[in-house]
């Protein structure tokens, strides 16, 4: 089948215009296709934005349904699940116990820490994924990407056609940092460690005389770090978190930067 025929038959079978039994080798070729990298959830277009195919996060979801719970053994490792593993990939440093689901593309040249990468979900070729660091699913990690210790980047399947997690090449995630609900961090850009994005988050660039707000985006080479701001209650006023813009990237911090670099360039203290 060509790609167009298999989200056809996805597209028919989700809505329910076939049975969902008819599309068993669309829904599996799909998945074989965001294995290998061919498809991808997210895709960026040559004006800058970027495509989100919902056929693909339906794909996912009624290959979830037609799969069966089967004990999956990996090495010492025994599971349960309806998701196979995947072995070792070509060209890619997968350090144990690192965890890759089928259905998930990783490029050669990354490296894989002790860390968790979702079904559906991209990484470029020179990222590190650091140790317990989290692949949400569909998310879209670029390259040179470095997803510091424990980094939370989460993970959407529904509704079908909501923005994934984008994290455009070369930005820095620093350790503890929480990206979720589509949040788009914009090339080499850098997020201080314990930084948190919703889609509701303030992200506030203070570096001006006047403070500008964005809600869902980091521009690219933005330099950010945990805030707080003050807000009316009921019970008085009281400080919510938010994410604060400190400046830029400098020319002297490239994309294989630390964070305590970017940040003394700033004169912070994080």
């Known amino acids: 089948m060509t790609s167009m025929q298999i989200q056809k038959t996805i597209e028919a079978a989700f809505s329910g215009a076939i049975p969902a039994a008819d599309a068993h080798a669309a ?3 799909a998945i074989a296709l965001l294995d290998a990298g ?3 959830l997210a895709e960026p277009l040559a004006d800058g934005s970027w495509a989100v195919h919902g056929w693909i996060q339906q794909a996912i979801l009624l290959y979830f349904r037609q799969q069966q719970m089967e004990v999956i053994e990996h090495g010492p490792f025994t599971y349960h699940d309806k998701v196979p593993l995947k ?47 989290t692949v949400g699913s569909g998310a879209w990690i670029g390259r040179d990407v470095h997803l510091s210790g424990g980094v939370g980047i989460g993970g959407v399947l529904e509704p079908p056609g909501a923005r994934p997690v984008i994290i455009e090449d070369g930005a820095f995630i620093g350790s503890r940092a929480i990206v979720v609900e589509g949040v788009h961090v914009g090339a080499e850009a850098v997020l201080g460690a314990g930084v948190i994005l919703t889609a509701s988050t303030r992200i506030i660039d203070v570096s001006g005389d006047q403070p500008i707000e964005y809600y869902g985006e ?33 020319a002297s911090t490239d994309r294989k930067t630390s964070l305590n670099s970017a940040l003394r360039d700033l004169a912070v203290d994080v």
């Open 27 to 29: 829904v599996s070729e």
């Open 38 to 40: 061919t498809i991808s």
């Open 218 to 250: 980091v521009p690219a080479r933005k330099v950010v770090i945990p805030g707080t701001r003050p807000r009316q209650f009921p019970a008085g006023v009281f400080n919510v978190p938010c994410a604060l813009i400190i400046g830029e990237r400098t």
């Open 87 to 133: 072995t070792a990939v070509e060209g890619v440093r997968i350090v144990p116990p690192a965890t890759v689901r089928y259905g998930a593309f990783v490029e050669a040249g990354a490296v894989l820490m002790p860390s968790y990468v979702n079904i559906g979900s991209h990484v470029g070729s020179g990222t590190m994924v650091d140790t317990w660091a």
